[in-house]
């Protein structure tokens, strides 16, 4: 048995219930991922209610198993709960794990920093990725933290 079957195997171990059909594809889709070179970001998406969240907790259950490392984030504290929720692992906001507070200003403002990314051949699972905005120039918001564009590399 290869590497992507062992994960896919592991996947469903942890999903603990018959997977839908859209789960199968999605285990088979991510074992593929973390076992080749071929590319860096694998997004599943879907409607509210499909099981997405369900199958990630499997999935960052199995790697646990298998001693690789996983960061789970969210854009809002209230999305980083329900991941914690689900997964039984901690979960951050996206700005906790990337940003560092350098100091505090006498109007009691911060000025923070890019946190530096030690994380080596880590799996970072990003949930409610449709909350992040990626074009602060629409001037929907005041609140603009960093570059205002979460995605931009």
Do not use: W
């Not at 998406?45 to 960061?71: E, I, M, Q, R």
């Not at 990314?117 to 960093?146: C, R, Y």
Request: aromatic letters at 10%; a positive charge.
């Amino acid at each position: 048995m290869g590497r992507r079957e062992i994960f896919y195997d592991g996947f469903l171990k942890h999903l603990g219930f018959e997977p839908t059909e859209c789960q199968r594809r999605f285990f088979d889709t991510a074992a593929g991922f973390l076992t080749s070179d071929d590319g860096d970001i694998l997004v599943l998406n879907g409607y509210a209610g499909t099981g997405k969240t369900t199958a990630v907790a499997a999935v960052t259950s199995a790697l646990k198993d298998f001693g690789l490392p996983c960061v789970l984030l969210a854009p809002t504290g209230r999305s980083a709960k329900v991941l914690a929720k689900y997964t039984g692992r901690p979960a951050f906001t996206i700005h906790k794990h990337i940003y560092r507070q350098a100091s505090v200003g006498d109007d009691g403002f911060g000025s923070f920093s890019l946190s530096p990314n030690k994380a080596k051949n880590t799996l970072f699972v990003v949930d409610e990725v449709s909350l992040i905005s990626i074009d602060a120039s629409l001037g929907q918001s005041t609140a603009i933290f960093g570059s205002g564009n979460c995605l931009r590399i």
